[in-house]
T-cell receptor, first 115, second 112 residues
Framework: SQTIHQWPATLVQPVGSPLSLECTVE??????LYWYRQAAGRGLQLLFY??????ISSEVPQNLSASRPQDRQFILSSKKLLLSDSGFYLC??????????????FGPGTRLTVL | KQEVTQIPAALSVPEGENLVLNCSFT??????LQWFRQDPGKGLTSLLL?????REQTSGRLNASLDKSSGRSTLYIAASQPGDSATYLC???????????FGKGTTLSVSS
């Protein structure tokens, strides 16, 4: 069966510090991978998605970036965090585009607080 | 631009009641619709996925319907239990392998 891991589970960082959140998927190959953010009082918003190694699409311009160094690894980064980067970050995966289904499965999330 | 709305924002019911959660979307050209459950501080659990060509899907006490032409979906929960207390999120996609667009959710509280 497939599982998705995220770490760390919680993170408290000062403004201006760097960020690295990691997501890994087990039990599947060539998944589509996604980073979403859930901010207080707002719905879930897609930040990045990837259909393959090194292929990243950005949905929202911001000071965050994403990378996919391996097939089942997705990393969210920032060089300098802003207060507005606080939120709950969720990684998700789905089967490749060739499948008729697009059911997305989510990880446990990382709670980021920027002070 | 697709917008997804969920009404009500919060709902409290006694145990045993049947209930309906509503989801509406502005652009009917969707690929599929997915219902999720989110417990406080946790990730999302997929409950049901309805393809655009389908009218409904069932899993246990849950039944989700889709009326694409009117831009509406409902999640029916039968014989509610305290363990059903959570936030329920509706999301649509326009193409395989692309983003889900979420509503803000309905927070359900079932009292014993």
């Amino acid at each position: 069966s497939q599982t998705i891991h995220q770490w760390p589970a919680t993170l408290v960082q000062p403004v201006g510090s760097p960020l690295s959140l990691e997501c890994t998927v087990e039990g599947t190959s060539n998944p589509n991978l996604y980073w979403y953010r859930q901010a207080a009082g707002r719905g879930l918003q897609l930040l990045f998605y990837s259909v393959g190694i090194g292929q990243i699409s950005s949905e929202v311009p911001q000071n965050l970036s994403a990378s996919r160094p391996q097939d089942r690894q997705f990393i969210l980064s920032s060089k300098k965090l802003l207060l507005s980067d606080s939120g709950f970050y969720l990684c998700a995966w789905s089967v490749p585009r060739t499948s008729p289904y697009n059911e997305q499965f989510f990880g446990p999330g990382t709670r980021l607080t920027v002070l | 631009k697709q917008e997804v709305t969920q009404i009500p924002a919060a709902l409290s019911v006694p145990e045993g009641e049947n209930l309906v959660l509503n989801c509406s979307f502005t652009d009917s050209a969707i690929y599929n619709l997915q219902w999720f459950r989110q417990d406080p501080g946790k990730g999302l659990t997929s409950l049901l996925l309805i393809q655009s060509s389908q009218r409904e899907q069932t899993s246990g006490r849950l039944n989700a319907s889709l009326d694409k032409s009117s831009g509406r979906s409902t999640l029916y929960i039968a014989a509610s239990q305290p363990g059903d207390s959570a936030t329920y999120l509706c999301a649509v996609s326009h193409q395989a392998g692309t983003a889900l667009i979420f509503g803000k959710g309905t927070t359900l509280s079932v009292s014993s």
